[in-house]
T-cell receptor, first 112, second 113 residues
């Protein structure tokens, strides 16, 4: 039973436009959410996080939105750049718990 | 070296071999993790160490044996593996039990023949 779901295996977006990556979770005990980015032949790197007391967190071109009632979060990248082409993992945990549950990832292609 | 390093980056082994994966973190963290990433599956947590003590074993078969001699080093000893154990093995570290961000190494891609 997958607790963190990324239902889109891949997404293609034109350079300069907005990329929206979606993630759903099933465990209502999760209260801390993260996005990781992974390039081929590298480990995942932390991108942005949000705790359940917020519904939005912004860091430069990256914004994460959290809808607790829908158990849904999304990552917005605007404007999208070629270097954003990567696999993006959504992850969730209970705050102060070291166990993070990851989704399967979404491969983002930024088209020139 | 900075961050989290892993060696070797690639490993091919037979089912009767014994090998070890090594992870080292230079971030001053005190929690370290082993994850397995198989094709088309989510990252699976295998083991967690906090302050060198194992705090999580996620029902991992005994053919995988972790070792954490200190807070900066983590090993995964492999013996009598199966072909289905072929995967990317990722090490990560974080501040212990903080729910904080985990920082990953580049991984070891393992192929079991």
């Amino acid at each position: 039973d997958q607790q963190v779901k990324q239902n889109s295996p891949s997404l293609s977006v034109q350079e300069g436009r907005i990329s929206i990556l979606n993630c759903d979770y099933t465990n209502s005990m999760f209260d801390y959410f993260l996005w990781y980015k992974k390039y081929p032949a590298e480990g995942p790197t932390f991108l942005i996080s949000i705790s359940s007391i917020k519904d939005k967190n912004e860091d430069g071109r990256f914004t994460v939105f959290l809808n607790k009632s829908a158990k849904h979060l999304s990552l917005h990248i605007v404007p999208s750049q070629p270097g954003d082409s990567a696999v993006y993992f959504c992850a969730a945990s209970r705050y102060r718990d070291d166990k993070i549950i990851f989704g399967k990832g979404t491969r983002l292609h930024i088209l020139p | 070296e900075t961050g989290v390093t892993q060696t070797p980056r690639h490993l091919v082994m037979g089912m009767t071999n014994k090998k070890s994966l090594k992870c080292e973190q230079h971030l001053g963290h005190n929690a370290m993790y082993w994850y397995k990433q198989s094709a088309k599956k989510p990252l699976e947590l295998m083991f967690v160490y906090n302050f060198k003590e194992q705090t999580e074993n996620n029902s991992v078969p005994s053919r995988f044996s972790p070792e954490c001699p200190n807070s900066s080093h983590l090993f995964l000893h492999l013996h009598t593996l199966q072909p289905e154990d072929s995967a990317l093995y990722l090490c990560a570290s974080s501040q212990a039990t903080s729910g904080g961000t985990q920082y990953f190494g580049p991984g070891t891609r393992l192929l079991v023949l």
